[in-house]
């Protein structure tokens, strides 16, 4: 059974550092992997898609690798700013789609 | 264009009372997905529509839950017999392909709260 884990948990940090989310699967076996944000009583946004092909994507000031052999998949955010803050979720396509619980980011001004 | 759009927004109900809960998926999506989100827990898939086929509702957690899908389109996911424990934010999401592998995009949810 494919399970899906995200550290950290919660993550505060100034505004203007860089920083990384991490996320682990352990069936490697995946079609893609996205990662989502959710903002407190809102749905979920994909921001990016990595097919199994794939090492990684690029949108803005994100930056999504995928490590499929190892199980690892990191999102990169440039330059964090006060509306970055949210919870991001990476999740797996297996079948179904299979999610972590997400990492709580706060970014300070 | 139109998002994914959910109803409603908040439900309250009394334990043991059913519920319908409505999503409207992308217009011309034709994958359709239920997902539940629990205090402190990460989304649990329920169930997935191709059409108004449902090839996948391994996620449904017992005979209370079922779901249906019309004309391809609209979707409604009922509670009968509701228990605490379902208390939830329920996610609707849709994608335009037949795999189940491309982005899905998520409506806003339904809170509900079981007393």
């Known amino acids: 059974k494919q399970e899906v884990t995200q550290i950290p948990a919660a993550l505060s940090v100034p505004e203007g550092e860089n920083l990384v989310l991490n996320c682990s699967f352990t069936?490697?076996?995946?079609?893609?992997l996205q990662w989502f944000r959710q903002d407190p009583g809102k749905g979920l946004t994909s921001l990016l898609l990595?097919?199994?092909?794939?090492r990684e994507q690029t949108s803005g000031r994100l930056n999504a690798s995928l490590d499929k052999s190892s199980g690892r998949s990191t999102l990169y955010i440039a330059a964090s700013q006060p509306g970055d803050s949210a919870t991001y979720l990476c999740?797996?396509?297996?079948?179904?789609?299979?999610f972590g619980k997400g990492t709580r980011l706060s970014v300070i001004a | 264009g139109a998002g994914v759009s959910q109803s409603p927004s908040n439900k309250v109900t009394e334990k043991g009372k059913d519920v319908e809960l409505r999503c409207d998926p992308i217009?011309?999506?034709?994958?359709l997905y239920w997902y539940r989100q629990s205090l402190g827990q990460g989304l649990e898939f329920l169930i997935y529509f191709q059409g108004n086929s449902a090839p996948d509702k391994s996620g449904l957690p017992s005979d209370r839950f079922s779901a249906e899908r019309t004309g391809g389109s609209v979707s409604t996911l009922t509670i009968q017999r509701t228990q605490q424990e379902d208390s939830a934010v329920y996610l609707c999401a849709s994608s335009s392909s037949s795999g189940r592998t491309d982005t899905q995009y998520f409506g806003p949810g339904t809170r509900l709260t079981v007393l």
């Open positions: 990595i097919q199994s092909s794939q």
């Open positions: 217009s011309g999506h034709t994958a």
């Open positions: 069936d490697s076996a995946i079609y893609n």
């Open positions: 999740a797996v396509a297996n079948t179904p789609l299979v």
